[in-house]
């Protein structure tokens, strides 16, 4: 039975691209689509309960927010571990000091990289989007600035960071290519959403914009946090409080923050009215920056991944031995797709006449009456 029919109402497909592919998630699994340097596409299909399910508080407004960026930072480091191994990037024989490290902590050396890459990647995110502006607001204010001024300053520079940061990992050749595969994931959610069959003809019709980005997230994350810095720092603490005090507490405030630019997200996403394509519109525009337009090799991978999330493999596909689809072109990812060969022996055992060998004719009845005619 496929997923769309096993949950009773409608849901969201989202994803993200990772190396040379695209992830998708539904409500019960996640699918990984690469393409190897042969061309083939390989997948990989992750069944999973949502936390929701099993904590039924974990789904309530607000507090689903904070859930939801806590499993995609999980999930989205492990998609792109999945991704480098089923490129075969981590194949290379380890080190020795390599080895030595992963005997002492008794983890995987690609699991050791994997989460010293986590703690670089955090720390270097909340040292330039959190507190170089928390230092620059306190400047400010040190300099007589008014609060309210100098956290409006504060919140503008965090946006000019991000949008910086955008542009120069625009430059690098293989995060461009991730863009593209970004752009091909947008693409084929949209024609999903649209009811349409998932080709790659109808996928390029759409646009690489979609309301339910990650990057129009990070956009009302950092409004919101400046709106909500504003009335905490200026009217609900005292002038006189330390200022790594205060940045503490603006730490503090991420998951109210989270859990309140998730609502406001998916909000503005499923709404069709004016007001609501007005606000979203600079965070479809922010993906200009982290989307590029995909080759049709890509939408085919994003293709393969909406198919396998949805409706699991087809039956008799081929296999790899660690159990991941393979796939020569997107259409035998669709459901009831039978393999070319496997059609040839269905086709010719149904045009097959049996015929009886060796069996000596049963001489004619003369006397009998004539039958019909066959």
Known sequence: MSQKNQVSKPFDVGGQAVMEGVMMRSPSATAVTVRRPDGTMVTKLTPFTPLKEKHPWMGYPFIRGVINMGTMLYYGMNTLQDSTTMLGILDEEPTRFEKWLSKKTGKSVDKIVMGVAIVLAVAMALGLFMLAPHLFVSLLKNAGVPHLWAE???????????????????????????????????????????????????????????PRCGTAFLLIVFLISMILSICVQNYLLPENMHSALRFLIRLAMLPVVAGLSYEVLMGLAHSKSRSACVLRWPGMQMQRLTTREPDESMLECAIVSVNVVLNGFPEGCRKSPEGWGVFHSYKESEPGYVLPEEKGAEEAEAAEVPVAENVPEKPEDESAPEGPKA
């Open 152 to 210: 409006l300053a504060g919140g503008a520079l965090r946006i000019l960071l991000l949008v910086g940061y955008m542009i120069i990992c625009g430059f690098i050749p293989d995060v461009r290519k991730t863009f593209q595969y970004h752009g091909a994931e947008h693409k084929s959610v949209h024609c999903n959403e649209s009811g349409k069959p998932l080709t790659p003809e109808n996928a390029k019709q759409f646009s690489r914009l979609h």
